[in-house]
């Protein structure tokens, strides 16, 4: 029986690269499934996803980046090859249900291409949300004096729950720069802000007030940088002088559930690639 992989990786511009992967994959007899590039001409780099297929049962995901190895050097490659495991991913809420119970009906729904472990959370709103969809809901409150030692807690889930991803669905607590760079890379936050802006207490209440034409959401990878990782997805909806602050809302939560789905999918399938400050997500 066939097993599935996805190759990803970046590496400087030069040719013979897709002839290279294509050969290994070729002389292991496996098939193609899927495969995307992009060559970044203004950074020199070229990022590439491939999905394949292998046959036989023993071949593994590390085997197969062993192997890989010595192509990769030749081209000073960063890659990974990965299995066909579902992420496991470690949803933080605060008291804002909107976006956890869109994650909670897709993962339900078999589309969110990930396995949600555990829901955690500073306050305990939302605990029947989650205990109903049969999930541990974990409460660690934070206090600006207890935050180091909540901030260990969470890192502590993460091993429990052996969480590949920390998804933030508005967890309305910052998080320090320390826990920010333990979690580089394998951590989304969802931004009720098509740009950064509005920032602070009610920011739908400031768009309005402002006149804004369109309403929008940003997930992007966290980093100590408050609000200005790279980012992954935005949505956005046109709005009129006829919303008022409740219709922002409703439409800013909707802009929100749906980027924030959308990028965790991407990342868990293998298709974001951190560029930089930026990113390349292969749709």
Known sequence: MA?????????????????????????????ILE???????VRGSLFLRTAFSCPGTDTGADDLAREFSTVAREFDMEFRVT??????????VSRFGHCLNDLLFRWRAGSLGADIAVVVSNHEDLRPMAEAAGLPFVCVPVTPETKPEAERRLLELVEEYQADL?????????LSDDLCLKLQGRAINIHHSFLPGFKGAKPYHQAYDRG?????????????????????????QRVDHTHGPRALVTVGRD??????????RWHCERRVLLNGNSTVVFR
């Open 3 to 31: 097993k599935s992989f996805t190759l990803t990786l970046r590496c400087p511009e030069r040719s013979g690269i897709v002839h290279a992967v294509t050969t290994f994959l070729a002389g292991r007899g496996c098939d």
């Open 35 to 41: 495969h995307q590039q992009f060559d970044d001409d």
């Open 83 to 92: 299995g066909d495991r579902p992420e496991r991913i470690m949803v933080m």
């Open 166 to 174: 920390v998804v933030l669905a508005r967890y309305m607590q910052v």
């Open 212 to 236: 804004v034409k369109y309403v929008g959401a940003t997930a992007h990878y966290v980093t100590p940088d408050l609000d200005e990782g790279p980012i992954i997805e935005q949505e956005v």
């Open 255 to 264: 802009a929100e559930a749906l980027a924030l789905s959308r990028a965790v």
